[in-house]
């Protein structure tokens, strides 16, 4: 039986990867047999962090390119450079993302705006780069990177939320309107990662106790602690792989269990 889970002969592009989530996908990727990792950076001296990344963590064939994912003649330019320099783009993971947690009515609609830009407008600014290469190869994947905010608010996240709820129907419309092309464009729902994004959710306390979200999040949480990166390696390469072919649309929740759980009675 052919390994339906194999990613050989693909080009992933995962969009902000030099570290964190991106990184661990690209990570789990390589690992699935990936021909070539694409990544970009919003910086330099990020992109030079991810290729050593990368290189320390002894994964071969890393492409790694600047370009800011709001800005869409760099993102334009930056496929056809991918065409040139690497190769068909098979597989596209919009992971790049911001958060600024502030209370809404101090956002400013500058910082709201960014946030908007970054997690929902640049989704399609490079999902419709490389939709007419999916769209004549009949063949596609598209992972949008969504969030507990998909389906649930919170103080302080206003923007974010919006965006990774438009993302979320975002992920559905392009299932709907290019699933005939052989394209398949689902999402991935992290709970709470241990990232960079949510390090100041998890600081300790100038007492040195615990930050109160996080003690918090650890009893939304069933399995009471925060996830890794690198649990999201097989459901993302899921999503990549043929096995995923006939799922559609799909927002796959890896979360540990907290979009079921009402939460631990606190003692
Ligand atoms: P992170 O460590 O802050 O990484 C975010 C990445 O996005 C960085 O690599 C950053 O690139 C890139 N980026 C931001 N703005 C960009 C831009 N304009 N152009 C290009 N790249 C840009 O965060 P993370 O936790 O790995 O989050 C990755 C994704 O998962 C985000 O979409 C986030 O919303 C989502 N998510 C996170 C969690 C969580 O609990 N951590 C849960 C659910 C969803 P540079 O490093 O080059 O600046
Ligand atoms: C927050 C966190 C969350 C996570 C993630 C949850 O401030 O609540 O940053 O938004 O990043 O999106 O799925």
Redesign the pocket.
């Known amino acids: 039986m052919t390994n339906i889970f194999s990613l050989e002969g693909k080009n992933a592009w995962i ?9 661990s996908i690209a990570e789990a990727y390589a690992k699935a047999g990936a021909s070539n990792i694409i990544f ?4 330099e001296a ?2 030079q962090r ?1 290729l050593e990344a990368y290189a320390k963590a002894g994964i071969k064939n890393v492409h790694g390119y600047v ?4 800005d869409e003649k760099a993102v334009k330019a930056l496929v056809e450079k991918i065409h040139e320099e690497v190769g068909p783009i098979h597989i596209l993971v919009n ?5 600024k947690r502030i209370p809404m009515h101090e956002m400013s609609r500058g910082d709201f705006q960014q946030v908007i830009d ?2 929902l407008v ?1 989704p399609y600014i490079c999902s419709a780069a490389v939709l007419p290469e999916m769209m004549e190869r009949r063949e596609g994947k598209i992972i949008n ?5 998909s389906e649930l608010g919170r103080e302080t996240v206003s923007a ?1 939320a919006a965006a ?1 709820g438009g993302l979320k129907m975002l992920t559905r419309n392009i299932c709907s309107e290019y699933g005939e092309y052989n394209i398949q464009c689902n999402g991935l ?10 390090a100041p959710l998890r600081e300790r306390q100038p007492d040195g106790s615990r930050h109160p979200f996080d003690a918090f999040i650890v009893s939304k949480t069933p399995a009471g602690r925060w ?1 890794n ?1 690198d649990e999201l390696a097989g459901p993302a390469v899921f999503l990549a792989s043929k096995a995923s072919d006939a799922v559609n649309g799909h927002i796959l929740y890896v979360d540990g269990g907290i979009l079921a759980y009402i939460g631990k009675q606190p003692k």
């Not at 969009?15 to 990184?23: D, L, Q, V």
């Not at 970009?40 to 910086?43: A, D, I, L, V």
């Not at 370009?67 to 709001?70: E, I, L, R």
């Not at 990177?145 to 905010?149: A, E, N």
Request: charged fraction near 5%; proline fraction near 4%; hydrophobic fraction near 30%.
């Open positions: 969009t902000g990867a030099s570290h964190g989530i991106g990184f970009n950076s919003s910086s990020s992109l991810g370009c800011d994912v709001t992971n790049a993302g911001i958060i970054t997690d640049a990177i969504c969030s507990m905010m974010y990774k729902g992290p709970g709470y990662i241990a990232t960079s994004q949510t996830l990166p």
